[in-house]
C-alpha cells in the first residue's frame, strides 16, 4: 500500500504554554503522524525569556532558528554561543543546556528529538 505525505500546519497544533514564557508546538510525532523513530517541533520563545536549563539524558537533539537572536549555554560555561537566524545547532546527550533569548522579538526554533521523548511517543 502507498501512502502520500502527511501534513501539519503550525496554526493547526494547540500549544504548550511553559514558564519562562515560551509556547512549544510539537508537529510530527507518532501521536499525530504515527512517525516512531524522530519527533519534531516549534518552539517560540517571548522577548527577555529562555528555555531555561535541561538535559536529555537519551536523546539527541538537533535545532534550526528561524527567526529571532538567541545565546545558548551549553555545561557550566559562562560566555555561552550567539546565534541568529538560519543557524543550525545540536547539543549532545547528556549535556545541560539553555537557550536565551537575546533580541527584541520572539524567537522561533525548529527543534528534532531522536528518539522522541516520552510524550510524544504513544500510550
Same mark, same amino acid.
Given at each position: 500500500m502507498k501512502m502520500g505525505p502527511k501534513f501539519v500546519r503550525i496554526q493547526d497544533v494547540e500549544g504548550t504554554r511553559k514558564e519562562p514564557p515560551r509556547?512549544?508546538? /510539537?508537529? @510530527? +510525532?507518532e501521536k499525530n503522524v504515527g512517525l516512531k523513530n524522530v519527533s519534531m517541533g516549534v518552539n517560540? /520563545?517571548?522577548v527577555d525569556s529562555m528555555i531555561p536549563y535541561h538535559?536529555? %539524558? /537519551?536523546?539527541?537533539?538537533a535545532m534550526f @532558528?528561524?527567526?529571532?537572536?538567541?545565546?545558548? #549555554?551549553?555545561?557550566? %560555561? %559562562? %560566555?555561552?554561543?550567539?546565534?541568529?537566524?538560519? /543557524?543550525? #545547532? +545540536?547539543?549532545?546527550?547528556?549535556?545541560?543546556h539553555k537557550i536565551v533569548n537575546t533580541g527584541d522579538e520572539p524567537f522561533k526554533l525548529l527543534w528534532v528529538y531522536s528518539p522522541p521523548l516520552p510524550g510524544h511517543k504513544k500510550e
Open positions: 509556547v512549544s508546538r /510539537t508537529l @510530527l +510525532c517560540i /520563545t517571548e538535559i536529555h %539524558e /537519551t536523546e539527541e537533539e @532558528l528561524i527567526s529571532g537572536k538567541a545565546k545558548v #549555554f551549553v555545561g557550566d %560555561e %559562562e %560566555e555561552g554561543y550567539d546565534i541568529e537566524p538560519d /543557524t543550525a #545547532f +545540536c547539543v549532545d546527550k547528556g549535556v545541560k
